[in-house]
């Protein structure tokens, strides 16, 4: 991905800024300086603001989508501390988790855990434009922002301080889109390459504002439920109507990342806290759940067989037509064809198997 040119900068040495990159800490630290900068107006920013960014940037892909960083990579290994030492929610907004880091009443235990990143990687980044492995070196020769560098580090008041270079003012704020897009291009091919077997990797870096409309989905299993006089939830044996139910992803959203049918089943809205973003047991459900969309494909197929929902179940077999008729033996392989894979590799990234408990 080429960068835009601009007047003399060197956007050439800004573009080398990922070449040998071993962890994702420059993707972040770029993407956080970025929006300090651009969204927020500073130029001026002290190192622990940068961090706190960072933190809030990687935060809902470990936390909510069990992305892997890499073994050796700290920031992964940082944010699941800082979780389990404050009990922030997985959830939660950006800027109320990065002003909680910022402001958490144990500041220097958590400064403690996240000070590996104060080491090397501000003095590092600047490496295209400054060439030393000497991080003091580094610092001094960046104040008077040699060769253009994109910002100079200084301390002030035994706090790392970093300023942005004047000259690149203008380029970043009126190409702040694609440089989001180029950091985010790269890291997408980083986590990849450490994620090879997790499905739709760039929708897993960035918290959605808000999730797709269902709508069409419960028209669907309306339709079905209409038809058929209500059906039970396959988890808890409830009878559920039209309307007054949830409609749950077998397999979590947060691992998957789609709504297509075939992995929707309307369920008893009282399972929702307790299964959440965790893997069903497929011994217990993946037949009930086969059965109930091989009858739903039977009734909208013969209502519609034109319906567009039914092109989902193309993901499974190549004709959803075909499930109708299917014995329990042949339905059972086209389901586990795709569930178990799935079901193992969201296992194996740390998705928890979940079983319904009357008791809870």
């Not at 892909?61 to 050796?72: A, D, N, R, T, V």
């Not at 709504?259 to 011994?283: C, F, R, T, V």
């Not at 795709?338 to 809870?360: D, G, H, R, V």
């Amino acid at each position: 991905m080429q960068l835009p040119e601009y007047h003399n900068l060197s956007t050439d040495k800004l573009g080398c800024i990922f070449k040998d990159t071993s962890a994702t800490y420059k993707f972040y630290w770029f993407i956080s300086i970025l929006d300090l900068f651009v969204m927020k107006g500073k130029v001026k920013m002290v190192i622990w603001e940068i961090i706190a960014e960072m933190i809030g940037n990687a935060w809902y892909p470990i936390h909510y989508f069990h992305l892997s960083f890499g073994k050796q990579d700290s920031l992964d290994k940082q944010i699941r501390e800082i979780r389990d030492y404050t009990n922030i929610a997985i959830d939660r907004n950006k800027n109320e988790l990065v002003d909680e880091i910022l402001q958490h009443p144990n500041q220097k235990a958590i400064r403690k855990m996240l000070r590996v990143f104060t080491y090397n990687v501000p003095f590092r980044f600047l490496r295209p434009w400054i060439d030393t492995s000497d991080d003091a070196l580094m610092a001094k020769r960046s104040e008077s922002f040699e060769n253009d560098c994109l910002y100079s580090l200084q301390r002030e008041n035994s706090e790392w301080m970093v300023t942005i270079n004047p000259v690149w003012y203008d380029y970043l704020r009126k190409n702040y889109g694609i440089l989001r897009d180029f950091a985010y291009w790269n890291l997408v091919n980083f986590i990849q390459a450490r994620n090879p077997n997790v499905p739709n990797i760039p929708s897993k870096l960035i918290k959605p504002i808000e999730r797709n409309s269902l709508t069409k989905q419960h028209r669907f299993w309306d339709t079905v439920i209409k038809e058929q006089g209500g059906i039970n939830c396959i988890y808890t044996n409830k009878p559920l109507m039209p309307g007054d139910y949830a409609l749950d992803h077998f397999i979590p959203w947060s691992f998957v990342t789609h709504d297509q049918i075939w992995n929707l089943m309307p369920a008893d809205s009282s399972i929702n806290s307790s299964k959440s973003n965790k893997l069903p047991d497929l011994d217990v459900y993946l037949m009930k759940l086969a059965e109930e969309h091989q009858k739903a494909v039977s009734i909208i197929y013969h209502r519609n067989p034109s319906d567009k929902l039914l092109e989902d179940y193309c993901s499974i077999i190549e004709r959803p037509a075909d499930l109708i008729e299917m014995d329990k033996e042949h339905l059972m392989t086209v389901f586990g064809k795709t569930f178990y894979p799935l079901y193992q590799i969201a296992s194996n990234m740390s998705f928890e198997t979940w079983k319904y408990n009357s008791q809870l």
